[in-house]
T-cell receptor, first 114, second 111 residues
Framework: DAGVIQSPRHEVTEMGQEVTLRCKPI?????LFWYRQTMMRGLELLIY????????DSGMPEDRFSAKMPNASFSTLKIQPSEPRDSAVYFC????????????FGSGTQLSVL | QQPVQSPQAVILREGEDAVINCSSS?????VHWYRQKHGEAPVFLMI?????EQKGHEKISASFNEKKQQSSLYLTASQLSYSGTYFC????????????FGRGTQLTVWP
């Protein structure tokens, strides 16, 4: 089992550019979560999918952020346009069914917006 | 929505014990505990579901008091490998999927 796979591991971009983060959940997992981690705010839940359907996107900070899950094995988080305050580590996590089961986290994407 | 963890930081000598607390202003259905080492992803330790049960994982155990809406993580006879940041995550049964994490407790174990 390869675990949750995120790409890229590091992303450095300039303000105003579009950024796309990718995630492949563990096969057979029905729930997928995107979290953002910063020193100031800790781990923030951005959006949660269940069976490829967005269930709760109340944590998405602004319209600049969007997430999709076109199939059970792939999800993207897009920021357009990016701003320096978006700099953070973005984690994708999956679980078999819901938040009442353990989450498996990917290695994260370290995003730096200059 | 974010649970409150205490203390923010703990420094221990190898072999000493520690308790990390997690409390919520909302009714809880589940409490997760994760450990994150610097530069790595959080790793699952245990999950406690509504029912007040206590769980154990090696020398790490946790309790869940749903009436008080709080959970505690107990680390006994700490080892150097226990160093890291511990997060509790809380979920409400009616808000399935919304797992909110606390700010974390940084644990440092010295030899």
């Amino acid at each position: 089992d390869a675990g949750v796979i995120q790409s890229p591991r590091h992303e450095v971009t300039e303000m105003g550019q579009e950024v796309t983060l990718r995630c492949k959940p563990i096969s057979g997992h029905n729930s997928l979560f995107w979290y953002r981690q910063t020193m100031m705010r800790g781990l923030e839940l951005l959006i949660y999918f269940n069976n490829n359907v967005p269930i709760d996107d109340s944590g998405m900070p602004e319209d600049r952020f969007s997430a999709k899950m076109p199939n059970a094995s792939f999800s993207t988080l897009k920021i357009q346009p990016s701003e320096p305050r978006d700099s953070a580590v973005y984690f994708c996590a999956s679980s078999r069914d819901s938040s009442n089961e353990k989450l498996f986290f990917g290695s994260g994407t370290q995003l730096s917006v200059l | 929505q974010q649970p409150v963890q205490s203390p923010q930081a703990v420094i221990l000598r190898e072999g000493e014990d520690a308790v990390i607390n997690c409390s919520s202003s909302k009714a809880l259905y589940s409490v997760h505990w994760y450990r994150q080492k610097h530069g790595e992803a959080p790793v699952f330790l245990m999950i406690l579901l509504k029912g007040g049960e206590q769980k154990g994982h090696e020398k790490i155990s946790a309790s869940f008091n749903e009436k008080k809406q709080q959970s505690s993580l107990y680390l006994t006879a700490s080892q150097l490998s226990y160093s890291g940041t511990y997060f509790c995550g809380t979920g409400g049964g009616s808000t399935l999927g919304r797992l909110y994490f606390g700010r974390g407790t940084q644990l440092t174990v010295w030899p």
